[in-house]
């Protein structure tokens, strides 16, 4: 079964740091262009990143710019997540799929071979 599995959620203080990993099960990273999304409770699923298969393009929703970062080790098969300065709302179940990676992360529907997601909680 073709999916992603995503890791490194936890809990975190405001202003803290976590890097999320999003490895492939059944098949090979280097090829796709990778997206990050989240969603929080009660919420529809946002695109928060994206990045070319070569590595080369990113793109960043508003909200994140400045504090989070995606890259990848096509070696180690696996797409990841720097957060900083984390905030509160940044409280979410934080996703990876394959899909595209153009001007902007793409609609929820453009994406595909989800994982289990992995819990990121901020606060005090």
């Known amino acids: 079964q073709l999916q992603l599995v995503e890791s490194g959620g936890g809990l975190v203080q405001p202003g803290g740091s976590l890097r999320l990993s999003c490895a492939a099960s059944g098949f090979t990273l280097n090829y796709y262009a990778i997206a990050w999304f989240r969603q929080a409770p009660g919420k529809e699923r946002e695109g928060v990143s994206c990045?070319?298969?070569?590595?080369?393009?990113?793109n960043y929703a508003d909200s994140v710019k400045g504090r989070f970062t995606i890259s990848r080790d096509n070696a180690k098969n696996t797409v990841y997540l720097q957060m900083n300065s984390l905030r509160p709302e940044d409280t979410a179940v934080y996703y990876c799929?394959?899909?595209?990676?153009?001007?902007?992360?793409?609609?929820?529907?453009?994406?595909?071979?989800w994982g289990q997601g992995t819990q990121v909680t901020v606060s005090s």
């Open positions: 799929g394959v899909g595209p990676c153009g001007l902007r992360v793409g609609d929820r529907s453009e994406y595909r071979y």
């Open positions: 990045i070319s298969s070569s590595g080369g393009s990113t």
